[in-house]
C-alpha cells in the first residue's frame, strides 16, 4: 500500500474533518496482507541487528503507542501493549500520548520515556479550530519520525492523522478511509468484539512480539503508597483488619448497580465485624457513595475523591477483597492480583488477563440485553458516559443481593486468609510484625470479643447498681418522695430527648463509617446542646408555672434539668466512642454515672438525706462523668468546636429522623407519668415509678434476646426474604415462650414481692405491678419483631405504629387515670393504658410481618400457657408459705412441664449444650487477653 503525498496540515484538517465520530462499523475488510507483516518485521529485525549499523539503529530507535480517547481502565487494560513493545525493543525510545483522565496511570512508569498528555478529547464539542491547536501542540511535543507508530483501540480520524505528521513507514491502527493516514490499516474496529485480541493484533502487525498474559498495567510510586496507608489511617483503619474495597461507580448507568443494593450487600458483609469496608470512587461520584453510605445500617468509610488512581491502585493491593462493576477498579484489582468480585453488564472482564486468583464475575445479561445497549451506546464514542437512570436498560436488576454477597463470601474464602500486600506495605500502614499482620481475623474478633465483654460488663454492673437502688430508696423514702422523683425523670427525659435532636444515633453511624469526622461531629453536637441550656431552664419554669408546684418539687425539677442537659453533653462524646469501637469508656462511664450514683446514693438516704441530696450527688456525678468523658476522648481525638459549628445544619437535617422516632419511644415511656403527676398525688405516682422499674428490669431479657439475635437477622435479610423469615420465627417464638411464664410469675407474687421490698406504704404499687406483669407478653413480641423490621431496614414503618400507640396512650390516660384516681389509685389507669397500647402495637408488628404468624407459634403458644396455667396453681398452693417458696416451687413446676411438653426444641437444646462448651473456652479467652 503505497503512502500518498503528504498534504499540508492545515489542507489536511481541512479536508478530513476534525473531531468526527470514528466510524461505524461497515464490512470487514482492509485487513494487514502476510506481506506488509513480513515486511514490518523485517523493518525491525535490521534495526536491531548485530552489525554496528544495526546497534546504532537500535539506539535511535523511536516508537510512539497513541493511547488517546479512552478512560484510565481501558488505557490500564492495554498496558500489556507497552509491556510487549518494552520487551521487544529494550533500547528504544518509547514516547506515549495519553488523555488527561489516563494520564496518572503512567505518570510515575518506568517503562516509558516520554509522556505526553493530550486533552483533544477532554471537551468532545470543543470546536475544529481548538482541536488544530491541540493536535499542533501534541505534535510538537512529541516530535517526528518515528520509526514505529501504534495507534491502540479503535483511533479516531485526528488519531490517525497524528500518526502520519509523526511516523515514517511503520503506522498500525484501526479504520476506513483515509487510507493514506496509516502505512497497515486494520480496517474497523470491532466494538462487539474481543478487545484484548484486537489489540495484540496491532502488535503483531507492527512486528512487534506479543506477551504471553495480556496483564494490565499501572505505576505506583512509593508517594502513592504512603499517601494511600495515610488516607487509610485517616479513615480508622488499623492495618489488621482484611480490607473490603466497594466500588459501585461507571461512566454508564446500564454497567452500575442500584445504590440500595450497595447497601444491602455492604450490610451483609458488615455482620463480620471483623472486615473493615471501604466505599471508593472519583470526586463525581461521591453522592454515589454517599447515598449507599446513609441508606446502610453497618460501618463504612469512604475515601470517594480523596485519593489518586495510582494511590487507589495502593488501597486495592491492600485488600483482601474488592467488589466492583467493571470499571477501572477492575482493572487494578487484576494488575495487582486482588481477590475481585466482579458484576458485569455487557462487557467481558473475563478477557482480562492479570495476576492472581482469576476473578469471580456475577452476570446474569441476556445476549440480546447486552446487544442493545452496544447498539445504544456505540454512537457515544468517543465522549462516552451515560447516566440515565430512566432507561429501562440502566442498572444490573437482574443480579440480587444475595448472589453478589455469596460470591463474596466465597473470594473471601477461598484467597484471603491474610491481608493480601506485600510486608513493607503492611509496615508502612501499621507498624506491627509481620506475625500480626498475618492473623488479621483473630485480631479483629480479640476486638469484637472486647467490645462485648466491656459492654456486657457494664450494662451488668450498672443493673446491678440500679437494682440495689430500687431496693433500698423507695423503700426508706416512701411513695411521696418517689413520685416527685419520678415526675421530674418523667419531664427531664422528654426534655433530653428534644435537646438530642437526634444526634446521638447519627453520630454513631456517621463516626463509625469515617472516624475522621469525631472532632467535628462531636464538636457541633456539643455547640448545639449547649445553645439549649438557657432555653431548656426556662421551659422548666413555664412547667413549674402551669402545675404550681411547690418549692420543693420545683428544686427537684430544676436539679433534674441540670443532670439531664450535663448528660447530653456527656452523650455527644460518647457517642463517638461508640462510633469507634471504644466500648472501655462506655463501661468506665457506667461505672462512675449508675454505680458511683447508686452506692452513693443508697449511703445518702441511709444519713438521713432525701431526694434533693440525691439529686445534688447526682448533679456532681455527671458533672465528673463529663469532665472524665472530655480526658478520655482527648486520647482519640480533639473537639473541633469552631468547624464543628458549621455541622450543626448538617447535624439537624440529617439527624432529623432519628429525633421524630425518638421523640416518640420517650414520649410513649414517659407520657403517662408526666399526666399522672397532673392528675393524680405524688403517692400515686410513687406506686407507678416502682413498678414500671421492676417492669423495666425485667425487660432486659428481651433486650439481650433481640441484641443477640440480631446479627443473624440481618445476614438472613441480605441473603433473602425465605432466609429471614427462618430467622426472625425462632426469635419471635422464643421470646413469647419466655414471656408467659415471667408474664403470670410477676403477676402471681406482685403483692408479696411489693410487700417483702417496699412494705405497706407501697401496698398501692401491687396490682399495677400485677397489670404491669401481663404486659410483659406484648411487649416482649414487640421489641423482637422491632428487631426483625430494624434488620429489614422499616424502621419508619414501626415508627408510625409508636407515634399512633402514642396518641391512643395520651387519650386512654387522660380517661382511666381519672377514672381509677376517683377509686383511690390512678397509677392502675396508667398500667391499663400501657397494657392496652402494647397490644395495639403487636397488632401493628403482626401487620407488618404476618408471616411471624402460624400453626408451629400457635401450637408452641398453646403448650406454654399449658405449662404457665399449671405453674400458677402450684404457686397459688404453696402462697401460704411464703414469697420464696412461690417463686421456687413456679421455677421448678413450669421447668419439669416444659420438658414434658417439648416446650426447647431441638435446635435450642443444641444452642444451649454448643453454648454450655463454649464458655469454659470464652472464660479462657478472656483471661488470655487480659
Known sequence: MAPAPEPALAAAVARLGLGAPPEGRPDRGGG???????????????????????????????????????????????????????????????????????????????????????????????????????????????????????????????LRLLARLAGSRTRVGYGSGHGWLLSSELGPYDFDGDEIAQNRRLLTSAGIADVAEPAPMIAISDQDHAAAGAALRQTGWDGIRPLVVLHPGSDWACQQWPADRWASLADGLAVDRTLYIVLTGSRSEEALVESIRQSMTGASASLAGKVTLPELGAVVRRAALVITVDSAVNVLARAEGTATVVLAGPSHPERLGGSGIPPLIVKKMTAEMERSINDCKRPRYPAGGCQDWTCPMAGLSEIAVD?????????????????????????????????????????????????????????????????????????????????????????????????????????????????????????????????????????????????????????????????????????????????????EYLAYGALVGNGLISLFGIAVVLMGGGIVALLLLDLALTVLLLGLNLYWSRRLFRIEWREGARQIRYIVRSGLSYWIGGLFFITYLWIDSVLLSALAPVTVIGWYGVPVQLFTAVLMVAGVLGTAWFPRLAAAHTTGAKELQSAGRPAVETAVVLSLPIAAGLALVSGPLIQVLYGQPFSGAAPVLAILGWTVVPTFFNMLAYQVLLAQGRVPAWIKVVAIATVLNIVANLILIPVFQARGNGAIGSAVSLLATEVFESAGAIVLLPWLVQVRLLSRLARTALATAGMGLAVLAVARFGLVAEIVTGLVVFAVLALVLRLPTRDEIAELRGLTDRLPARFRLSRAAA
Open 32 to 158: 494487514l496482507l502476510p506481506a506488509e507483516r513480513e515486511a514490518n518485521r523485517d523493518l525491525l529485525r535490521r534495526a536491531t541487528s548485530g552489525s554496528p549499523a544495526g546497534r546504532s539503529r537500535m539506539v535511535r530507535h523511536r516508537v510512539l503507542l497513541v493511547l488517546d480517547d479512552c478512560g484510565a481502565g481501558d488505557a490500564m487494560r492495554v498496558g500489556f501493549c507497552i509491556r510487549a513493545v518494552r520487551d521487544s525493543l529494550p533500547d528504544s525510545h518509547l514516547t506515549l500520548v495519553v488523555g488527561e483522565d489516563a494520564a496518572a496511570a503512567y505518570r510515575s512508569s518506568t517503562v516509558v520515556d516520554q509522556l505526553v498528555v493530550s486533552s483533544l478529547y477532554r471537551h468532545p464539542s470543543r470546536g475544529r479550530l481548538r482541536k488544530l491547536v491541540e493536535l499542533v501542540r501534541i505534535v510538537r511535543a512529541t516530535g517526528v519520525s518515528y520509526d514505529v507508530v501504534i495507534v491502540l483501540w479503535w483511533g479516531s480520524t485526528l
Open 403 to 583: 448472589e453478589a454477597l455469596k460470591a463474596a463470601r466465597l473470594a473471601l474464602s477461598r484467597g484471603t486468609g491474610t491481608l493480601n500486600m506485600p510486608s513493607q506495605v503492611a509496615a508502612e500502614a501499621h507498624p506491627r510484625s509481620a506475625a500480626e499482620v498475618a492473623l488479621p481475623r483473630s485480631s479483629g474478633a480479640g476486638r469484637l470479643l472486647r467490645n462485648i465483654v466491656f459492654l456486657a460488663g457494664g450494662q451488668l454492673a450498672s443493673w446491678a447498681f440500679g437494682l440495689l437502688w430500687l431496693i433500698f430508696v423507695p423503700r426508706r423514702l416512701g411513695p411521696a418522695p418517689i413520685g416527685e422523683f419520678v415526675i421530674a425523670l418523667a419531664i427531664t427525659a422528654l426534655l433530653g430527648n428534644v435537646i438530642n435532636q437526634g444526634a446521638g444515633t447519627l453520630l454513631m453511624r456517621e463516626i463509625a463509617r469515617d472516624h475522621t469526622r469525631a472532632p467535628r461531629l462531636v464538636g457541633g453536637t456539643m455547640v448545639m446542646r449547649l445553645a439549649c441550656v438557657i432555653p431548656a431552664f426556662i421551659f422548666m419554669l413555664a412547667y413549674i408555672k402551669l402545675l404550681h408546684f411547690g418549692g420543693e418539687q420545683s428544686l427537684i425539677i430544676f436539679l433534674a434539668t441540670g443532670v439531664t442537659v450535663t448528660a447530653t453533653l456527656s452523650g455527644a462524646i460518647q457517642a463517638a466512642f461508640t462510633g469507634l469501637e471504644r466500648m
